[in-house]
Structure formats: C-alpha cells, structure tokens
C-alpha cells in the first residue's frame, strides 16, 4: 500500500478559462505509471484546487456529463482519490449550498424545489477511516477539514481552503441584481477586471468558518494529548513562515491560523498547494505538478 500527493489539478481537462491543468493528464498512465502497480488500497492525494467538481448548473443539481465522465474514469483508476478542498471548488454542489439569498434569487428561478433541496446538501456526507469526508464516488473523496483520518497506517489531519487571490477587483453576487439583464450588463462593463461571480467562480466556503478553524484545533490538541505525534497535514494553503520564506505575504488569516497549529503539533511532514510550484522547505513540502510517494 502507498500513498502519494499532489497539487492542484484544476479540473478535469486544460480546456476552459478556469482549468489549464487537468486530472485526466496529471493521473494518466503515461504521467503516473506508477498507478500499473496499484490498488484501491493505494491512495492519491490532491493539496486542494481539484476542481473536478465545478460547473454551476442553475436548473438541475445533478453533475453536467463532462464531470461526471471525468469524476468516473477518476473512479475507474486503479487507486483511490483523495482531496482537501482549495480555493477553486464549486462549494455549493461539494458541501451544499448554504448561500438562502442567491437560491432565492433569479438566478436560481428555474431551479425545482426538489433540485434545491438536493443542491443545499451537497455530496453525500460520510464517516471514513476516522474522520468525514464527501463521497463523490465510492473511492473519489473529500476530506473534509479538521479531521483526522487513519490512511494506509498513517495518522493525517485534512485542512483545506484558502483566499483566492485572483479577486482583486471585487466580487459580482448575482443576488445584488433584480434580474439576469441588468446582471449580465454590469458583468460586461466589468468583465476585464479581476473579478469573479459569487456561485459561478467563486463562493464564500473558500475560506474556513471559525468554528472550523475551532474543530480543527480542538482535534490537533487532543490527539497531541493522546499520541504527541501526527504523521501527515495536507492542507491548500501554507503556514505563514513558508509563506514569508517562499516570498509572499504572510497576513492571511489562514496561512496564520495554520502557522499556529504548526506551533502546537509534532508532525512528520506537511503538504501544500495553493502557490503553483514545487518546492521544500525542511519538513514541509509544496506542491503542483509532481506526484510524490510517501510511504
Ligand atoms: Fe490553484
């Protein structure tokens, strides 16, 4: 059994403005040869940006065929998928939309009640070895944040999420606006800034509430008491001091909150995505397009 990481795959395939990467080619035989000696005992995991799961359908909840092709041939490899959420994940259909405004707006108008209800949970929530995760598919899953699962003998704690940092002009909510005209007028005027729409390329559960930040340190320091050490911490966002060292700011409010869990854990080794290169520092591992084994 092994597992092995990655970073942010962004999708399903390098076509369409918000994907240039893609799991089809990251996880192809020809890029991961390795997978001819695997299993479903033998796991893959993603450091946040998975995005295969990201299209915004406003009539029906279901998958659009291209991801649901792409979440089955994931499904058809011969290992299991992992991933912790990043910046670029369709939260609504992922974890459930939570956002009452826009579904309430035009911009979900055609939506069934039925397909709402099934929108505002989400994928199936499920216990798995120790913690819980999202089953898109029976071996492709997401690891939800603050918890600590038991993998291939391996103690990990998952904690995805991170500030987008391509919104520096703002954020359009559709909900703002009476109806799709007047919406998509202001879009066009606005279309060459560094914007992005709320519930089409991005949404709020990017970032981690507190009382996730608070579940997910109440979780470090029990198991600190009760085991002192932790094997693995796949997050999507990087400490502050690797952040500072890696020559980024380090005035996020994740990157600190993850800077000050690193202070109170003894852990092996950490893995991250988010900044789009590879790179280590000491014990801690930065992530894009390598895929690493590590045990
Ligand atoms: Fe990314």
């Known amino acids: 059994m092994a597992i092995y990481v990655t970073g942010d795959t962004h999708g399903i395939n390098a076509h369409g403005p918000f994907s240039f990467d ?3 080619r990251r996880f192809s035989t020809t890029s991961f ?6 299993t479903k005992e033998d796991y893959v995991i993603i450091c946040g940006d998975f995005g295969g799961v990201w299209s915004t ?3 029906r909840a279901e998958e659009p ?3 649901k092709a792409g979440l089955n041939w994931l499904e058809q490899r011969p290992f299991t998928t992992l991933f912790v959420p990043g910046n670029h994940e369709n939260y609504d259909r992922l974890t459930g939309c939570r956002n009452q405004r826009l579904m309430d707006s035009w911009f979900y108008a055609e939506m069934p009640c039925e397909e709402k209800k099934k929108l505002s949970q989400g994928y199936p929530r ?3 070895h120790g913690g819980h995760v999202r089953t898109l598919r029976p071996s492709v899953m997401m690891l939800e944040r603050g918890d600590i699962f038991y993998i291939d003998g391996k103690t990990c704690f998952a904690f995805g999420g991170a500030r987008s940092h391509d919104i520096q002009d703002g954020i359009l909510d559709p909900a703002d606006y009476p109806d799709e005209e007047t919406f998509n007028k202001v879009y066009r005027a606005r279309c060459s800034e560094m914007i992005r729409i709320r519930g089409i390329s991005w949404w709020d559960a990017e970032m981690p509430s507190s009382e996730e930040m608070e579940y997910g340190r109440r979780n470090i320091t029990s198991f600190m008491e009760k085991h002192g050490q932790i094997d693995f911490i796949f997050t999507h ?3 502050a001091s ?3 060292f890696l020559g980024y700011s380090d005035k996020d409010e994740l990157s600190r909150y ?4 690193q202070n109170s854990m003894n852990y092996g080794k950490w893995f991250y995505g988010h900044l789009h290169d590879n790179r280590r520092v000491f014990n801690h591992y930065l992530l894009y397009e390598q895929i690493v084994r590590i045990c």
């Open 22 to 24: 893609g799991y089809l």
């Open 258 to 261: 993850l800077e000050s869990l």
């Open 65 to 67: 065929s291209s991801e």
């Open 33 to 38: 040869p390795e997978q001819d000696e695997m």
């Open 126 to 128: 499920n216990v798995w």
């Open 57 to 59: 359908n406003r009539s």
């Open 242 to 244: 690797d952040k500072l």
């Open 237 to 239: 966002e990087a400490p």
